[in-house]
């Protein structure tokens, strides 16, 4: 069974940095591509960063770019996203995606093709 757990949210000053870590089990990151997704208060989710098996990165939000990076310890099984210089708007629920096993793995850009999501962690951002 695959399953998808996230830590690491809270609340943060804006120009702070968070680490989320999301614990994966069921699957391994030879064949998946893993990635977070993000939802405001009254707003779409929105894809922030995925990573396939190649060590393909694709930015889903040019407002992250310079500030997130996304990366994976395959000894432990896990996806980190490295948050600095937090933004008020990037206040978030953010959740660990991901999908597989795909014979060449590939990052979607719509959240509905993630066939796995985690419950999500609240990331809150002061000004």
């Known amino acids: 069974e695959v399953q998808l757990v996230e830590f690491g949210g809270g609340l943060v000053q804006a120009g702070g940095s968070l680490r989320l870590s999301c614990a994966a089990s069921?699957?391994?990151?030879?064949?998946?591509?893993i990635g977070w997704f993000r939802q405001a208060p009254g707003k779409e989710r929105e894809g922030v960063l995925c990573?396939?098996?190649?060590?393909?990165?694709?930015y889903y939000a040019d407002s992250v770019k310079g500030r997130f990076t996304i990366s994976t310890d395959n000894a432990k099984n896990t996806v980190y996203l490295q948050m600095n210089s937090l933004k008020p708007e990037d206040t978030a629920v953010y959740y660990c995606?991901?999908?597989?096993?795909?014979?060449?793995?590939?990052?979607?850009?719509?959240?509905?093709?993630?066939?796995?999501w985690g419950q999500g962690t609240q990331v809150t951002v002061s000004s």
């Open positions: 990573i396939s098996s190649s060590d393909d990165i694709t």
């Open positions: 069921g699957f391994t990151f030879d064949d998946y591509a």
């Open positions: 995606v991901a999908d597989g096993p795909q014979e060449h793995p590939s990052c979607f850009w719509s959240p509905y093709d993630y066939s796995y």
